[in-house]
Each structure stands twice: as structure tokens, then as C-alpha cells.
């Protein structure tokens, strides 16, 4: 089971870096992926991290937001900077195959399991 966790309240313009551990099992099964989601909205795509490292990205998130893990630690990670009100969301983490193909990391429908999220609100 993953738990998202590291959210909170924030001014804008700082930095923050959420954890997604897997308990009773681990993360280095296939692509971790990062999602938010906003009141009435769908679960937005942030980014993702391969087993072998690599790494996608929204093109929205590219630049401000860093995905990676530690396999060590059985813990993947979003590091967030110059974050923004519009920032504030329900932060989750999911796995899903590593055999998913670039466009189909977008699609929340994709992922096997999914840890609870983690609020980050962000004030101006």
C-alpha cells in the first residue's frame, strides 16, 4: 500500500518535497507517478519515475517539480519549488506497469494502486 506524505501550508514562492513510501511491498515494481487532483476537478498527472530512473513530466509541472526515488528507502519523491496558489491540491501518488507506454502515464485509469494523498495548499 502507498502513503503519500511532506504536504502542508505553504507561502508562495517555497519549496516542498512529498514522500510516497509502499508498505508491505515496493516501490522499484514499476513507474511511480505523481498526480493532484482540485475540488471538481480530475486527478491531473504531474509527473513519473521509471524503474530504470527515467523520468516524464507534464509540461505545465517541467522545471518547477522533480520526481525521483530511492530505492534504498523504499521511497519515491516529489520535490516542489516556486510553488504557486494555483499549486494547491490533494497530492497522490500511484504505481503502475512499467511497460506503459509515455502517453498512457497520464491517464489516472492505468495505475494498480494508489496511496492516500497528501494536501498542499499554497497561500498567496
Known amino acids: 500500500q502507498l502513503q503519500a506524505s511532506g504536504g502542508g501550508l505553504v507561502q508562495a514562492g517555497a519549496s516542498l518535497r512529498l514522500s510516497c513510501t509502499a508498505s508491505?511491498?515496493?516501490?522499484?515494481?514499476?513507474?511511480i507517478s505523481w498526480f493532484r487532483q482540485t475540488p471538481g476537478k480530475e486527478r491531473e498527472f504531474v509527473g513519473a519515475v521509471r524503474r530504470g530512473a527515467s523520468t516524464f513530466y507534464s509540461g505545465s509541472m517541467k522545471g518547477r517539480f522533480t520526481v525521483s526515488r530511492d530505492k534504498s528507502k523504499n521511497t519515491a519523491y516529489l520535490q516542489m519549488i516556486s510553488l504557486k496558489p494555483e499549486d494547491t491540491a490533494v497530492y497522490y501518488c500511484?504505481?503502475?506497469?512499467?511497460?506503459?507506454?509515455?502517453?498512457?502515464?497520464?491517464?489516472?485509469?492505468?495505475?494498480?494502486?494508489w496511496g492516500q494523498g497528501t494536501l498542499v495548499t499554497v497561500s498567496s
Open positions: 508491505g511491498g515496493s516501490i522499484s515494481t514499476g513507474t
Open positions: 500511484a504505481l503502475g506497469s512499467d511497460r506503459l507506454i509515455a502517453s498512457s502515464l497520464f491517464l489516472a485509469g492505468k495505475y494498480d494502486s
